[in-house]
């Protein structure tokens, strides 16, 4: 089995636990089970339009189907186990996914005439860099396995 740099599971695998499964998994299970707690601590938007609304629950609800997948993963990368890699395509892949539809979403809002906080906020700006590095590591890793 090929790596790319010495340790690249344990990396990949710790990144994937805390990133994709604690953070991205947890955080939509929580927007899924009490939106208003999750908006109120900053993991949904305030003043979001409905019809936003909807397209994000649904987001929430597909993350949170897939997202039990990130631990196994992430388990298994830390374990070494071959399944490890192979599962990290999982996270890996959304978690690309995430990063940069992000970018295009937020742009459609503003061209859309609805600037919210999210296209600003420096914190979002990072979760979304930690997405996009999380999961080019997952797909780096998985791929080097091959």
Same mark, same amino acid.
């Given at each position: 089995?090929?790596?790319? /740099?010495p340790?690249?599971?344990?990396?990949?695998?710790i &990144?994937?636990?805390v990133?994709a /499964?604690? /953070?991205?998994?947890m955080?939509?299970?929580?927007s899924?089970?009490?939106w208003?707690?999750?908006?109120?601590?900053g993991?949904?938007e305030r003043?979001m339009?409905?019809e936003?609304?909807?397209y994000?629950? *649904?987001?929430?609800?597909a993350d949170? =189907?897939? @997202? #039990?997948?990130?631990g196994?993963a992430g388990?298994?990368?830390?374990?070494?186990?071959?399944? @490890?890699y192979?599962?990290?395509w999982v996270?890996g892949?959304? &978690?690309?996914?995430? *990063? &940069?539809? /992000?970018?295009? #979403?937020?742009?459609?809002?503003r061209r859309?005439?609805h600037h919210?906080? =999210? =296209?600003?906020a420096?914190?979002?700006? *990072? #979760?979304? &860099?930690?997405?996009?590095?999380?999961?080019?590591?997952?797909v780096?890793?998985a #791929?080097n396995?091959?």
């Open positions: 089995m090929s790596h790319a /740099f340790y690249d599971n344990l990396v990949a695998g &990144l994937v636990l990133v /499964f604690v /953070f991205h998994w955080g939509q299970g929580l899924v089970l009490n208003e707690l999750a908006t109120r601590l993991l949904q003043g339009p409905p936003y609304k909807v994000e629950h *649904a987001i929430a609800v949170v =189907s897939i @997202g #039990w997948l990130y196994v388990v298994g990368l830390v374990l070494g186990a071959p399944w @490890g192979t599962l990290a996270p892949v959304v &978690l690309v996914y995430h *990063a &940069l539809s /992000f970018w295009a #979403w937020t742009a459609n809002q859309a005439g919210l906080s =999210s =296209s600003r420096p914190l979002r700006q *990072a #979760w979304t &860099l930690a997405n996009l590095v999380t999961g080019l590591l997952a780096l890793v #791929w396995a091959a």
